[in-house]
Each structure stands twice: as structure tokens, then as C-alpha cells.
């Protein structure tokens, strides 16, 4: 079987656990998204403001390929701990960086999945009117921040600076909802602004009068899912739209003319899935699409064949697969883009559909059965 035919997990493990092979203090997360050996090199610091979101891609990549493990646990902890601002009540992308709802979201997202939600400061995050809970002082920090965003016209801005984006109001809702949180918020004028949004196409942009965009459609969808009103969704026609999407070589783009990425194999597959319409996606093709984007040598996985891998469309390569019933893979949540076990668990899950989980054949069983451990790849580093 040619290489490019199956998802090559050992390979995609060992490379996310590569994205850390530095010598320094937190070296698996300061230096996660990046393949530099060292913090001089400018490239280091251009990547630092998605340092908290890639360490989300690589360690939910990780949860769906099986292997959680790989990275260390107490030391994800702590880097994440390590990016609280304070004066803020939220998480920056990197230590001593301006708090953001998005790096405010991947955190608290690694937490829940480490189930490690006591160390967070949920109501000052959330900012809570009334006395609250407090189980640590951490704990009740993370949602001031995230109500303080929310505008009057029911979006919400990514932080003090006031850039306004439906992604932000997705983020507000997910995060919001992780953490048992969602009535602090407006949610009416949430979903009126989900509902200006709306474009003729059954679509939705970033903002009020944007053109419709594949993942803006996701992260709509995906906030009325969380805020139980997919009553507003045209689903025929969006579906349609959604479905326009994939191209002949079984790639999906995000829009008309655009050329084909692997990781609009979430955007539109996730849609398509809480919609319920996931089976109007030509699914081997798809699959094709993503594996041949593969680097069968040192693993990882890009936008399209040929070109460089990256922490980014390896996580949401390996989501799409997972909602395509690749075999071998966990299941993947549609809406939290989390490992579905994890906000079953929680009781959060919606009614979404993904494809039926394959059979896996022996030869998927022994690549995707090779043990990769935390422990051993720390030992290769410190050699």
C-alpha cells in the first residue's frame, strides 16, 4: 500500500513531539509550532502569538490520533498557567503577551482536556455579577474578561482594542459553555448578530455584510448549535453552499475559486455535521485529498500536496478524518472541535452526525498501535 493511502500516526505523533525538540525552560510549548532549535532565530518570536493555539492543535491532533500522552501533562500545565495576565483576567499566547479571547479559549480548551479546569480562575474570566463559587483563585479569573467583550450589538471583540468578528463570538459561546457559564452573557443578541450576518447564499461572514466564508460559516453554526438555535439556519441552502465547496480533486476550499486546503476539511465537514448533512460531501475523495498532503518522511501534514507541514493543518487534517469515520481515529466533537468523550462527559453534546467510524484494517491497527510516550521522547530530548 502506497504510503499516501493511510494516515501515518506514528509519523504525525513524532512530529508534533519534534515541534518542541529545543533546550530550554518549557522547551515542548515555547517552542511548539515552530521546527527552530533555537529562540534566537526571528522566526521564533513572528510565531509567538499562536503559542497557546498551537499547543491546542498539537495536543487535540494528539487526543484524536490516540496518543494524549505524548506530551507531558504537568509541563502543558504549567506554560499555560505561565500565559495568565492578570491585570486582564485572561491568557495570552505567550508568557507576558496581552491577554485575547481566542488564547483565552485555547487555554482554557488544554485545561479541560487535562482536566485540569481547578487551577483556572473561571469567574473572574467569566465575570460574574452575583458571589460565585470559588474553588482556586485561578479558577474564577477567565470570564470577566469574556463578558467585558461583548459589544451591544451582541458581537463580541477579541480584546480591549475592539476588533469585532463572528470567530469571537464563536469563541465567547465555546468557552462560556466549557465552563458552565453561558448565562453570563447575552445570548439574544448573540444570535441577533449571528442573524445579520446571514448572506443570501445561506452563508455567513465575519461581520454584518461580509461575504460568506467557509469558516465564519463554521463558527456561526458551531454558536448557535452551543446556544440551542439552529432554528436560524437556512440549512437547505447552506448546505448546498457547503457542499459547492469541494472541488474535483476532492480538496474543499472556503469560498468561490479559491484553491483547495486541508483544513476546510473541518470548517466545512464540522457545519455539515452539526447540520446533519455531512453525506453530501464526496467523502473517499476527501480523504484522498488529506492523506496525499502528508509528509511521508518526517510526518505532518499541509494545505495541499507539496507543500510545507504545519502544526495548524495537521490538527484539523486529522479532525476532518476523524469526522469522515476515518478508522483508527477518536471521535472528534463537531461544535467544541474537542475530543467528543470530553464534552459528552461534560453533557454538552448537540445533535450533530458524523459518518460511521471504518473498520480498521490490520495493517491501520499496527501503525496506529505503536506506543509513543511522553517519557520516552523527553529522554530523547535530554540526550
Known sequence: MNTQDKLLIPLHVSYIQSLGNVSASHTLYRALFTILQSKDDLAYHLTAHLRMNAIYWGLTALCIMGHKNALDREEMIEYVM???????????????????????????????????????????????????????????????????????SGVFAGDAFGEIDTRFLYIAANALSLLGRLDAINTDRAVSYIRQCRNFDGGYGAVAGAESHAAQVFVCVAALAILDRLDEVDTEMLCWWLAERQLPNGGLNGRPEKLPDVCYSFWVLSAL??????????????????????????GGIADRQGDMVDVFHTHFGVAGLSLLGYPGLVDLDPVYCMPASIIEAKGLRKGWKALPRQPAAESMKSDSGVKISASSDMKRMKN
Open 82 to 152: 505561565s500565559c495568565w495576565d492578570e491585570e486582564a483576567g485572561g491568557f495570552g499566547a505567550h508568557p507576558d503577551h496581552d491577554a485575547h479571547i481566542l488564547s483565552t479559549l485555547s487555554a482554557i480548551q488544554i485545561l479541560v482536556t487535562q482536566d485540569a479546569l481547578d487551577r483556572l480562575d473561571v469567574d473572574r474570566v467569566v465575570g460574574c455579577t452575583s458571589p460565585c463559587s470559588v474553588q482556586s483563585l485561578d479558577y474564577v479569573q477567565s470570564t470577566a474578561v469574556i463578558v467585558s467583550l461583548q459589544q451591544p
Open 273 to 298: 455535521s452539526i447540520l446533519n448533512k455531512i453525506s453530501w460531501i464526496d467523502s473517499e475523495k476527501l480523504i484522498g485529498f488529506i492523506l496525499s498532503a502528508q509528509d511521508p518522511e518526517r
